[in-house]
T-cell receptor, first 109, second 115 residues
Framework: DAKTTQPPSMDCAEGRAANLPCNHS???????VYWYRQIHSQGPQYIIH???NNETNEMASLIITEDRKSSTLILPHATLRDTAVYYC??????????FGTGTKLQVIP | SAVISQKPSRDICQRGTSLTIQCQVDSQVTMMFWYRQQPGQSLTLIAT?????????ESGFVIDKFPISRPNLTFSTLTVSNMSPEDSSIYLC????????????FGSGTRLTVV
């Protein structure tokens, strides 16, 4: 079973910030939170990951709560090309990963 | 980060036949995995491809149906055997560890249609 739960779908207006939540209440101390996205059934693409500190890269920001039981992926200025399914997973050490259902983000013009 | 070349990208096959999917990584990876993704669904792990030994299969997947090889740290194959229309799916490989410094890298997928 997946270790994460996400809302099945979200809409976001183009140019606005998209905030995608993820619950991972059973995360272990050595597990990282990873975010991937999958555009139109291509292979999933890595976005960002973190352990306990907030992280930012050129694609997105990741906010992890202090208790590490949930996180939020932020796309600061969503574009139509960000329309995709976003997966949040937890993993610690290149072990097999179970994907949840993900969030289908629709960016609206 | 590592790049995985997966082929074929798509195929249409007759029922009862077999198809072998190949994944070539441009650098060494510690772990390789095979997934299936049915239309509109999330990814389901088929097996972990172990270098030089038998793959480790998830519940519901068996070696006779999905034989996997991994002769070295950069290459793996998945065969879908004795295909039926229910095997129509996207099949994806991924790699982790080694020269993949974090997370997992994925192939672009093989879209299989069985008629």
């Amino acid at each position: 079973d997946a270790k994460t739960t996400q809302p099945p779908s979200m809409d976001c207006a183009e140019g606005r910030a998209a905030n995608l939540p993820c619950n991972h209440s059973t995360i272990s101390g050595n597990e990282y939170v990873y975010w991937y996205r999958q555009i139109h059934s291509q292979g999933p693409q890595y976005i960002i990951h973190g352990l306990k500190n907030n992280e930012t890269n050129e694609m997105a920001s990741l906010i992890i709560t202090e208790d590490r039981k949930s996180s939020t992926l932020i796309l600061p200025h969503a574009t139509l090309r960000d329309t995709a399914v976003y997966y949040c997973i937890v993993e610690g050490g290149y072990q097999k990963v179970t994907f949840g259902t993900g969030t289908k983000l629709q960016v609206i013009p | 980060s590592a790049v995985i070349s997966q082929k074929p990208s798509r195929d249409i096959c007759q029922r009862g036949t077999s198809l072998t999917i190949q994944c070539q990584v441009d650098s060494q990876v510690t772990m390789m995995f095979w997934y299936r993704q049915q239309p509109g669904q999330s990814l389901t792990l088929i097996a972990t491809a172990n270098q030089g030994s038998e793959a480790t299969y998830e519940s519901g997947f068996v070696i006779d149906k999905f034989p996997i090889s991994r002769p070295n740290l950069t290459f793996s194959t998945l065969t879908v055997s004795n295909m039926s229309p229910e095997d129509s799916s996207i099949y994806l490989c991924s790699g982790a560890g080694g020269e993949v410094s974090y997370g997992y890298t994925f192939g672009s997928g093989t879209r299989l249609t069985v008629v």
